[in-house]
């Protein structure tokens, strides 16, 4: 491994291969250790040695019932990277590529991250309609992305309002659209009377885009999941037909996934004898 630097240390080669696995199950979320085997490029039986390891210190778990591992809430505590819109990315992460693999087009999960549509989570990686494979991080347009739409069109009043002081007073391109409550008042109307969010050309001319979105536990809008597609293959309506029941389902799966989350949490506070005693 190197790092740019000249330094007189030698790499300590399983700490690396330890924080190798945790990065890539922050992106990959549930994983086989055949799958993250192949991801980081380590045999199975060192990698199931590195795995055992953070089990044992708590910041990796197994799956009882197919042996697939995933982070713990006990990485949250080491960075403060490790937000409410990447843990949600992580529990998207395997209904999306679910999804990806019935329909073969790639899709992105995003979220509103003060003032931006920022990606957590894309299947470009594994589609074979993609072009595009280093999308995670990157901005997408609030107003003329179907995921930016999509967003803005499951806000309630009040969080709308917020959003778009947020997007005024960061500034750029986009102050300007949010300066014009009517015409975004439009376009959350029309998304909303369309059951989905669309785009043609926002990103590029030949990119074409449909877009739902998620909600979390307490029913706000946590981001969005879209589909992305060539324009040449299918208008939006067309795609719309043959695909909004697939992602329909996609986000169906990952709501419930987020509910069921947040009642572990609340069960384990409640479990929590400090918890416990603090409501004494």
């Given at each position: 491994m190197t790092t740019g630097q000249d330094t007189p240390y030698k790499d300590v080669r399983a700490l690396a291969r330890g924080l190798g696995v945790i990065e890539a199950l922050s992106e990959m979320g549930w994983a086989k250790v055949g799958?993250?085997?192949?991801?980081?490029?380590?045999?199975?039986?060192?990698?199931?040695?590195?795995?055992?390891?953070?089990?044992?210190?708590?910041?990796?778990?197994?799956?009882?019932?197919?042996?697939?591992?995933?982070?713990?809430?006990?990485?949250?505590?080491?960075?403060?990277?490790?937000?409410?819109?990447?843990?949600?990315?992580?529990?998207a992460a395997p209904f999306m590529r679910d999804l990806t693999k019935e329909v073969l087009w790639p899709s992105d999960f995003a979220s509103f991250i003060r003032g931006s549509v920022t990606?957590?989570?894309?299947?470009?990686?594994?589609?074979?309609?993609?072009?595009?494979?280093?999308?995670?991080?990157?901005?997408?347009?609030?107003?003329?992305?179907?995921?930016?739409s999509a967003i803005l069109s499951a806000m309630t009043p009040a969080e709308l309002d917020a959003a778009l002081d947020i997007v005024e007073r960061v500034g750029g391109e986009e102050a300007d659209e949010a300066r014009n409550r009517h015409a975004v008042n439009r376009l959350v109307e029309s998304v909303r009377a369309a059951g989905y969010a669309s785009s043609i050309?926002?990103?590029?001319?030949?990119?074409?885009?449909?877009?739902?979105?998620v909600f979390g536990p307490d029913r706000r809008v946590a981001g969005a999941m879209n589909l992305i597609f060539f324009r040449r293959a299918m208008t939006s309506a067309e795609a719309a037909a043959r695909y909004l029941p697939?992602?329909?389902?996609?986000?169906?799966?990952?709501?419930?996934?987020?509910?069921?989350?947040?009642?572990?949490?609340?069960?384990?506070a409640n479990a929590d004898p400090v918890h416990q005693e603090n409501n004494i």
């Open positions: 799958e993250l085997s192949t991801a980081v490029d380590i045999d199975r039986s060192s990698l199931y040695r590195l795995i055992n390891t953070l089990i044992q210190l708590g910041y990796v778990v197994r799956r009882k019932e197919d042996g697939a591992v995933a982070l713990t809430v006990k990485i949250a505590h080491l960075a403060a990277g490790l937000r409410d819109g990447d843990v949600i990315a992580q529990i990606i957590r989570f894309s299947t470009h990686q594994i589609s074979p309609m993609s072009v595009h494979r280093g999308v995670i991080g990157k901005n997408r347009h609030l107003f003329r992305s179907a995921i930016g050309g926002a990103l590029e001319s030949n990119i074409s885009a449909i877009a739902l979105p697939a992602m329909k389902h996609c986000v169906t799966g990952i709501e419930t996934a987020l509910v069921k989350r947040a009642a572990e949490e609340e069960g384990a």
